[in-house]
């Protein structure tokens, strides 16, 4: 049975830190609330780069730690919804830069802070179909751009970064066991970047843009709600149980719901990997750029069961489990 192996990580986070304290400067609040309500102390923000780069930087690196050339990936698929034009997609601006093979299939899947997810759904199933043997997936998002950084109940929450794994099709245990996507779009108010290109060509108004809204609490409870049922998922389909977990890397949203989610499923501290602390919610960005940061800090070994899950708006949610 072919398998798609994860055979290399990158991340890629912009050099600009936004501290809590910088925030207290722009808006009414304080490093105590934002660090107390949602983990977060310093986020990244992209000055002057955009998602191709950011995504391209974070690609280039995993084909490295994967010792693969570009000419050897025959697919690419990016998670984001901050590209930076309306087309081409992100994914071209990437094959471009890593000068990946002409004529490999590259795009670009939007399903907001799920989007890494979907993309390695994706590609999962070119490679299980045979219709690709390596694959580059990335997760980024440049939310800077799109946030109102006067709304305090937002501004807070999102950074800036992109992670990417090298995906390889292999026989054996080893890879993706289980993955799962699904969204529902009735829920599509409650976390929405309004923007689009102009409905009426011979109007002569601008392009019609926004900034990132939210139900906050909203959103917190159908967070934690479907990102735990997500879990089982991914369990259930790989045939295992909680306790076969050695690391949760769950979407860096917000540390009160991966708390609520580590206490329902009972995993110790160590089991669950967390650096929101240091980037806040990076959208696509944030699981792949958790990966990348739990390998080099030599938290995965060979064997290790992962499970991913994620949550974002559309409403979309995500999970899948790994045997590394
Ligand atoms: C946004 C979120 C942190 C708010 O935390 P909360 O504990 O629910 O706080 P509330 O929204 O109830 O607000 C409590 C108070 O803090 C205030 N507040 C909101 N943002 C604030 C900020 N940055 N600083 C200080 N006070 C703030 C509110 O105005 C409110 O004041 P009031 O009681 O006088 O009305 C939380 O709801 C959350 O994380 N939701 C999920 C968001 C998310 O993860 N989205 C992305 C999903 S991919």
Redesign the pocket.
Known sequence: MLRSRIIGTGSYAPKKVVTNRD?ERM????DE??AS??GISERRVADGENASEMAAKSGKAALRAAGVSPKDIDLVVVGTVTSQMIFPSTACFVQAALGIRAGTPAFDVSA??SGFLYALDVADKYVRSGAAKKALVIGVDVFSRIIDWSD??????FGDGAGAVVISAEKGSHGVLSSNIHSDGRYWDM?YAPGSARSNPFEKTECASGFLK?N??E??KI?VRTMGGAITEALEGANLRPDDISLLIP?Q??L??ITAIRDRLKLSDDRVFTNLDRYG?T?AGSIPLALDEAVAAGKVSAGDIIVFV????GLTWASAAVRW
């Not at 305090?152 to 929450?157: A, I, K, N």
């Not at 994620?310 to 708006?313: N, Q």
């Open positions: 925030l808006v009414e609040t304080s609330w934002i309500r949602t907001a802070c305090r109940g937002t501004c807070v929450l976390l939210m906050g609490n959103t917190f967070a979407h949203a917000n009160r719901i919610n959208s994620a949550f974002g708006g």
